[in-house]
């Protein structure tokens, strides 16, 4: 979830794969690379395809994929967790 939207723990993890594979060398263009080459990827989730028409689409795609980081635990994922590590 991020905000009023939320998205399947599987498609999020599929969009962390498909972020992880585009980003760039430069860490100062990680956001804005990984956004634009994301809403070309044909693999894309149906899910996410909306947000590459909004101007905060690399903000939410970056937060979301810091959700579904290997640490982390599915639980701990959600905002609501506490407790994991």
Do not use: T, W, Y
């Amino acid at each position: 979830q991020d905000g009023d939207l939320k998205f399947p723990l599987e498609s999020v993890k599929k969009l962390k794969e498909l972020m992880d594979r585009n980003r760039p060398i430069s860490p100062r263009l990680a956001v804005p690379a990984a956004s634009h080459a994301l809403c070309h990827e044909k693999s894309l989730p149906v899910e996410f395809q909306a947000l590459c028409k909004r101007e905060d689409a690399p903000k939410i795609f970056q937060r979301l994929s810091l959700a579904a980081q290997d640490d982390l635990c599915e639980i701990c994922a959600n905002a609501a967790c506490a407790g994991c590590f």
